[in-house]
């Protein structure tokens, strides 16, 4: 594991297959050398080539770079899934695209990387880009919760109701303004005398119907309700006869 400073760990990645390629070579020649001397050459080549191969690819090749947070001082693996900045693309393939390289997806560089362990960022290049930057796959939304004032609250509050209930308020001045004008500009139009006369006996009627409907009700109840005291039935009846007279003689 090969751990240098953040500003150079992209130039270290990208440098990264070149030197496992000159490590495997000299390994090669050196392995080579050393078990021709043993065995026949061709079976000592094709051991070497063997080795070479599997150390390139899936030894050298998953060699992440680890680069040390500036800030916290703790280790980091650049092989850690992470969440590009840009597009929001899922990087899952980190031993080609670690975040110290470019998203396997858009093609974006992070120039920076929010640390898994303190959540403050890491910067890869010197103009220190405070956006866009690359997060670990798990990392929680780093925006802090803001413990609620609860009279701040309850003052915005009021203050909405307030401008509630002013908006009420002239929106009924406003209705009664309207309605002035329109009376105005349409005045009611005057009602003839057989106008008048009809609904002067509509109303009478409706109210004398509506009188006798609640005597012949109450009558019904009271007939159920005291069915078995005739006394008292014969007295409740007589209290609805006697409001009756004393209300239809109003009508």
Excluded at 165 to 176: F, G, I, M, Q
Aim: proline share 4%.
């Amino acid at each position: 594991m090969q751990t240098c400073d953040p500003l150079t760990a992209r130039q270290w990645f990208k440098l990264r297959t070149a030197a496992n390629w000159a490590m495997v070579i000299v390994g090669f020649a050196w392995l080579v050398f050393v078990l021709q001397s043993f065995i026949h050459p061709v079976i000592a080549d094709l051991i070497a080539i063997s080795i070479a191969f599997c150390v390139f690819f899936f030894v050298l090749h998953k060699r992440a770079i680890g680069i040390d947070c500036p800030h916290c001082r703790q280790y980091i693996e650049t092989n850690t899934p992470w969440i590009c900045g840009f597009k929001q693309c899922r990087n899952e393939q980190v031993d080609d695209f670690p975040f110290i390289y470019r998203c396997q997806h858009c093609g974006a560089e992070p120039k920076a990387y929010q640390c898994h362990h303190c959540e403050k960022l890491i910067f890869f290049t010197k103009d220190q880009q405070t956006i866009n930057y690359a997060k670990c796959v798990n990392l929680p939304d780093n925006s802090k919760l803001v413990k609620k004032d609860r009279h701040a609250e309850d003052i915005v509050k009021e203050a909405k109701d307030l401008q509630l209930t002013d908006l009420k308020v002239k929106k009924a001045k406003l209705s009664v303004e309207l309605k002035g004008y329109d009376e105005i500009l349409k005045p009611k139009k005057t009602k003839t005398q057989r106008e008048i006369l009809q609904e002067d006996f509509s109303n009478f009627e409706d109210r004398t119907m509506s009188g006798a409907e609640i005597v012949r009700r109450k009558k019904a109840d009271n007939a159920e309700k005291y069915k078995d005291n005739p006394d008292e039935l014969k007295r409740q009846n007589l209290l609805v006869d006697q409001w009756a007279q004393n209300n239809f003689d109003k009508l």
